[in-house]
């Protein structure tokens, strides 16, 4: 079973522009994770973010993190066509090896 | 590092052969995970092994499939007999134990069982 449900389920965007993919997940994690498929490709892992976080950077890359609401943001700032791609989310538990992912996001960026 | 290897890359076969997927993980890492995707079903967790033993294979969706980790360096995904349902893309991951928990993909072997 999935444990996240990405939201919008397919974006578009012009480049340049700033897209935001959001996770949304059902019982509690250890950490939370963003990664990307490009089309025919396997999964690129982006960022994690702990429990105990609340925000992190990397490069044109923003995660957020509410565990009140048990949901995540994905911002992609500047996009690029380069960006096109699916981008999924994916938790852990506590003592739990497993990842679970989510549905994916397919984000295209227009040049 | 090569990361992680799949083969074959496509396959395509007729209801009832069997299929034989393999993998071998990026050197040093002692968990090894196999993924299946669907667009109906999105990304489930097969079964996955740590130091070439079984963990959890609660994902694996009835007989036909099974799963061998022989060695360090090489699994297998078998599916015996195939059926269309199978028709799906099979990844390959892996992750060290001291390398957080970011898991690394290979970049899949496509089945299409007609």
């Known amino acids: 079973s999935q444990q996240g449900e990405e939201d919008p389920q397919a974006l578009s965007i012009q480049e340049g522009e700033n897209a935001t993919m959001n996770c949304s997940y059902k019982t509690s994690i250890n950490n939370l994770q963003w990664y990307r498929q490009n089309s025919g490709r396997g999964l690129v892992h982006l960022i994690l973010?702990?429990?105990?976080?609340r925000e992190k950077h990397s490069g044109r890359l923003r995660v957020t993190l509410d565990t009140s609401k048990k949901s995540s943001s994905l911002l992609i700032t500047a996009s690029r066509a380069a960006d096109t791609a699916s981008y999924f989310c994916a938790t852990d538990n506590f003592g739990n090896e497993k990842l679970t992912f989510g549905t994916g996001t397919r984000l295209t960026i227009i040049p | 590092d090569a990361g992680v290897i799949q083969s074959p890359r496509h396959e395509v076969t007729e209801m009832g052969q069997e299929v034989t997927l393999r993998c071998k993980p990026i050197?040093?890492?002692?968990?090894l995970f196999w993924y299946r995707q669907t667009m109906m079903r999105g990304l489930e967790l097969l079964i996955y092994?740590?130091?070439?033993?079984?963990?959890?294979d609660s994902g694996m969706p009835e007989d036909r499939f099974s799963a061998k980790m022989p060695n360090a360096s090489f699994s297998t995904l078998k599916i015996q007999p195939s059926e269309p349902r199978d028709s799906a893309v099979y990844f390959c991951a892996s992750k060290g134990t001291g390398s957080g928990n970011t898991i690394y993909f290979g970049e899949g072997s496509w089945l299409t069982v007609v």
């Open positions: 973010i702990r429990s105990n976080e």
């Open positions: 050197s040093g890492h002692d968990y």
């Open positions: 092994f740590n130091n070439n033993v079984p963990i959890d």
